[in-house]
């Protein structure tokens, strides 16, 4: 897709020189990002975009949304973070990954035009997620944002429609300890005038006066938008229709009979109703078929690994462990065998506490190779804590099997609390 420059590099010895590039790991702020996007001719990924902010449901809303605009004929681009096993998972055009080639070329064409600017990580990855959409000559571009949003790399680009998936603590040192700051930080994404759907069902006041302020048509699930699972498991949406982004507004479109996917219904929801604000046809038919497939690694995946029913789940914050805890009481579970191993800027405690409803025993080990991480003794603490069991393992893949050995056959375990920690059962299966 990008001719030049060629990369001499593979993708691996790329990332590994991103990751020391910039002297810290995150740094907000859109200057030098649009500064190196000045210099590299970038404007706009697509004719339509969509962003997603949120702090938990984002890569399940850009997943399903993507989902619905290529089953409807549409050519499309997404732009997630982090990835789980291969970097390409972050960039995919048509529904697939981004090679490795494209990738690197991209890298190489930023490495040129950037200069003297310093770039992270992340940034280099979203400046290569839009020099690749951009030359597929796409629809529609769906972006997620790594961390808030108003100072977000992603930002960089005016979307058409934002959508904020839920609103709750995490990375408080960079987006604030309560609620009311972080929806203002996840608001930036929006823009005056624009098109917004909210799916907290409990926005914030901050986020509603700001889009008020902003004068943005903001549609509000459980207020504009609806869901509900009836009493034969299936799912009815309403939906506010537009024909196009400025066209008129028209009569709710109800559909119902859906089956339920394996992800945050809030953020399916959202999706559809993005997916009917960009002028998309959803008719029962595909709509039904379309959400009996959605899937997204990470999100309450289940497996069969020696005998014992493994589902592995990328909850790494007590919001989303609350949401893990409520679909396992919901399957009737009851306690089970948690394998966990978090970041150590997470909270820890909440994180526990959420999930104590169904701990039969933690099983902690260290995740190898991630400095970020939380050693398996001090996770065991926090479990200690508050009452509950815990073993402990020198590795995360120890532990893993410490759990399978203690559990019947038949039996469920739980695999949670990060990316990372995801990432290295799932190769170990594999394996």
């Known amino acids: 897709m990008l001719a030049e420059p060629e990369s001499p590099l593979s993708l691996h010895q790329w990332l590994a020189r991103l990751e020391k590039n910039h002297p810290v790991e995150i740094d907000l702020g859109l200057e030098r990002i649009a500064q190196v996007a000045r210099s590299l001719n970038l404007h706009r990924p697509a004719p339509q975009v969509v962003t997603v902010a949120g702090t938990n449901g984002k890569g399940s809303c850009v997943r399903t949304l993507e989902h619905f605009l290529l089953a409807s004929g549409l050519s499309v681009g997404a732009y997630t973070s982090p990835h789980l096993l291969r970097y390409n998972e972050r960039i995919r055009i048509g529904g697939k990954e981004a090679s490795d080639d494209d990738i690197c070329n991209a890298f ?83 823009r005056a005038g624009g098109l917004v ?61 859906l089956p339920v996917p394996g992800l945050p219904l809030p953020s399916v929801v959202a999706a559809l109703q ?60 009851g306690k089970v065998a948690l394998v966990a191993a978090i970041l150590a800027d997470k909270d820890a405690s909440g994180f526990v506490e959420a999930l104590a409803p169904v701990a039969d025993c933690w099983y902690t080990g260290n995740l190898t190779g991630v400095p970020r991480a939380l050693g398996a003794e001090q996770l065991a603490a926090v479990v200690y804590t508050g009452d509950q069991r815990a073993v402990i393992r020198e590795r995360i893949e120890d532990a893993f099997v410490a759990a399978l050995d203690e559990t019947k056959a038949g039996g469920l375990v739980v695999v949670c609390g990060s990316f990372y920690t995801v990432a290295a059962i799932t190769r170990f299966m594999e394996a």
């Open 197 to 257: 759907v909210v799916a907290d069902e409990n926005p914030p006041v901050s986020l509603r006066e700001y889009l008020s302020t902003l004068e943005c048509q903001t549609l509000y699930l459980g207020e504009v938008c609806r869901y509900r699972v009836g009493d034969d498991g299936r799912l009815a949406v309403e939906l506010a229709q537009q024909a196009s982004i400025s066209g008129p507004v028209a009569g709710p479109l109800v559909l119902r009979g």
């Open 274 to 333: 993005a997916a009917v604000l960009l002028g998309v046809n959803l008719d029962a038919a595909r709509v039904v078929d379309t959400c009996a497939g959605i899937a997204l690694a990470g999100r309450f995946q289940e497996r069969l690994f020696r005998g014992r029913r493994v589902v592995l789940d990328v909850a790494h914050n007590p919001a989303a462990a609350d949401f893990l805890c409520a679909k396992l009481q919901h399957q009737g579970v």
């Open 108 to 190: 190489a064409a930023i490495e040129a035009a950037r200069r003297e600017v310093s770039l992270t990580y992340f940034e280099v990855g979203t400046l290569a997620a839009l020099l690749l959409m951009t030359a597929a000559e796409l629809d529609v571009a769906i972006l997620e944002v790594g961390m808030g949003g108003r100072f977000d790399a992603v930002n960089l680009i005016d979307a058409d429609i934002a959508v904020i998936t839920s609103i709750a603590i995490d990375h408080a040192s960079w987006l604030g300890n309560s609620r009311e700051q972080i929806a203002l930080e996840k608001a930036g994404i929006a």
